[in-house]
């Protein structure tokens, strides 16, 4: 009876093990079946005069980098996975978590009025203390305040002067509402908190954001200024004017300064770099956030009713199959998007050096990680 009985263990195990081995088959032969799609879409919507590089996270890891196109029209330059692009707003993000890091080292709370630190806030035009602005309000876009200043040349100018550009637009910026009535994505609000950060933590930003985002996460190929040894992996942005014609002028001027947008819009990086900050994001990786500030960052903190869901630097787009954190961005000749699925551990990164719509890099994101969250079903 006894040797019966383990033979009969003996066969589960085996039999279990072969299902399980058929299941994993069937799931790697599915997913295969799903970027090979994906990368069908990339090759046959990109514009032939531009590039497209993009990084894949499944089950906690990057399992597919690959770049389509060319980096450099001019000299017909195949982009590659170290091509480099600007991220735009993506930079949101990453400005937020710095944030994140000073909260959880009790440098200080999101409930701090920023005026404690940066008191050059109360000239903005109409500022009181029933306005009084916390790190909170900048980082979810609860301010209420515009989007830009009226302030000519705000955005433009070197980025060594990108503080002074933030001190001499606050005058120039009003109120669209009051704080926490309504969401109100404010470009110069995250100027505005970067050089509170910086204020707070007695450091210049973007030292901060390389030393305490860039270089534990080994992101070795992001950078606020890139370096003149690098140059050559930088991809050439094709910004398309109002006529359609291509305008390569104007991305070429953005990369000697953008004014006061620094925090919100100033980073340059690869697909690969921006999967090492989704993996941290996602709790793995190097641990620089508890998982309690991780999911305080992506949670809604916008007010109920709201058409924008937006936490802590992340947009939250939601479906009956998944929710997805990210941040796209979009400046003169490039286009980025960043987007993960927290529960399941997915991730996708696309980066292109060209203004045209096609592909919608938003929207194939985030049909790759419907995709992807359904191979689970």
């Not at 090979?36 to 890891?61: C, H, M, P, R, T």
């Not at 209420?144 to 001190?167: C, M, N, S, T, Y």
């Amino acid at each position: 009876m006894k040797n019966s009985v383990l033979i009969l263990w003996y066969v589960l195990v085996i039999l279990g093990c072969n299902s399980q081995t058929r299941e994993n088959t069937v799931r790697t032969e599915t997913l295969e079946s799903v970027i090979a799609k994906f990368e069908d879409q990339l090759n046959n919507e990109l514009e032939n005069y531009g590039s497209i590089s993009g990084a894949i996270v499944v089950d906690n890891q990057v399992i597919w980098s690959k770049a389509f196109g060319v980096s450099d029209s001019d000299k017909a330059t195949k982009a590659d996975t170290t091509t480099i692009y600007r991220t735009g707003s993506i930079s949101k993000p990453i400005t937020a978590f710095l944030m994140m890091q000073l909260v959880q080292e009790g440098t200080i709370t999101l409930s701090d009025p920023v005026e404690l630190y940066l008191p050059e806030i109360k000239k903005l035009d109409g500022y009181s203390d029933a306005r009084r602005i916390t790190f909170q309000h900048l980082a979810a876009h609860t301010s209420g305040l515009i989007r830009e200043p009226k302030q000519k040349d705000a955005a433009a100018g070197p980025i060594a002067e990108w503080e002074a550009k933030v001190l001499e637009s606050i005058a120039n910026t009003s109120f669209q509402y009051d704080p926490e009535e309504r969401f109100s994505y404010s470009n110069i609000g995250y100027g505005i908190l970067g050089l509170a950060l910086s204020r707070a933590a007695d450091k210049p930003f973007m030292e901060l954001i390389e030393e305490k985002i860039f270089e534990p996460l080994q992101m070795d190929n992001s950078y606020f200024i890139v370096p003149e040894d690098q140059i050559f992996r930088l991809s050439k942005g094709l910004e398309t004017g109002p006529d359609g014609k291509l305008d390569r002028e104007k991305p070429q001027r953005e990369h000697m300064g953008r004014g006061y947008k620094v925090p919100n819009g100033g980073i340059y990086s690869t697909p690969n770099d921006l999967a090492k900050f989704i993996l941290c994001n996602l709790g793995l990786s190097v641990k620089l956030l508890s998982r309690n500030n991780l999911s305080r960052m992506q949670t809604i903190q916008t007010p109920k009713g709201e058409g924008q869901a937006y936490g802590l630097g992340f947009g939250i787009q939601q479906d009956s199959v998944l929710t997805v954190i990210g941040h796209s961005g979009g400046v003169a000749g490039y286009r980025a998007n960043l987007a993960f699925d927290k529960d399941r551990g997915n991730g996708v990164v696309l980066m292109k050096n060209y203004s045209a719509d096609s592909p919608n890099i938003s929207k194939l994101s985030f049909n790759l990680l419907k995709e992807l969250a359904q191979l689970d079903e």
